[in-house]
């Protein structure tokens, strides 16, 4: 019966020793695995980063641009290039002849100065 329980604890002591040999070797695996995923963090963070800075210059770029295009394209200019603006009365710009009833008083402004006019019932005879 001695015997049985030598062995026993033999083979429990043997266990324990492949148990930590096993721990140990999970340990070091995950701790690499775990260095090695936090070297890829870093690489994708700066990536992430550079991309960041490139598409907020490209977005700086392209709204000055934008604002150079829209401070060319001021009323001055586009009256320059043979348009006009219309107002009504009150000084709002009128975009539309749906929005102006027969009779109602309006300037129409040019590049080199302004006409007051009253606005005329549309003729339904196209000349």
């Given at each position: 019966?001695?015997?049985?329980?030598?062995?026993?604890?033999?083979?429990i002591?043997?266990?324990?020793?492949?148990?930590q040999?096993?721990?140990?070797?999970?340990?070091?695996?995950?701790?690499?695995?775990?260095?090695?995923?936090?070297?890829?963090?870093?690489?994708?963070?700066r990536?992430?980063?550079?991309?960041?800075?490139?598409?907020v210059?490209?977005?700086?770029?392209n709204?000055?641009?934008?604002?150079?295009?829209?401070?060319?394209?001021?009323?001055?200019?586009?009256?320059?290039?043979?348009?006009?603006?219309?107002?009504?009365?009150?000084?709002?710009?009128?975009?539309?002849?749906?929005?102006?009833?027969?009779?109602?008083?309006?300037?129409?402004?040019?590049?080199?100065?302004?006409?007051?006019?009253?606005?005329?019932?549309?003729?339904?005879?196209?000349?």
């Open positions: 019966m001695g015997h049985i329980k030598d062995r026993a604890a033999a083979n002591a043997t266990a324990r020793q492949g148990t040999i096993g721990l140990a070797a999970v340990l070091e695996r995950a701790r690499i695995d775990v260095q090695r995923s936090t070297e890829n963090v870093g690489l994708h963070l990536t992430v980063e550079q991309e960041a800075q490139r598409s210059q490209s977005a700086r770029t709204s000055e641009a934008l604002m150079r295009e829209i401070s060319g394209q001021g009323p001055q200019k586009t009256l320059g290039r043979g348009f006009a603006m219309v107002q009504a009365e009150d000084g709002k710009t009128i975009a539309s002849a749906a929005n102006v009833p027969p009779g109602a008083a309006i300037q129409v402004t040019f590049h080199d100065g302004a006409l007051d006019a009253r606005v005329q019932p549309k003729s339904e005879e196209v000349r």
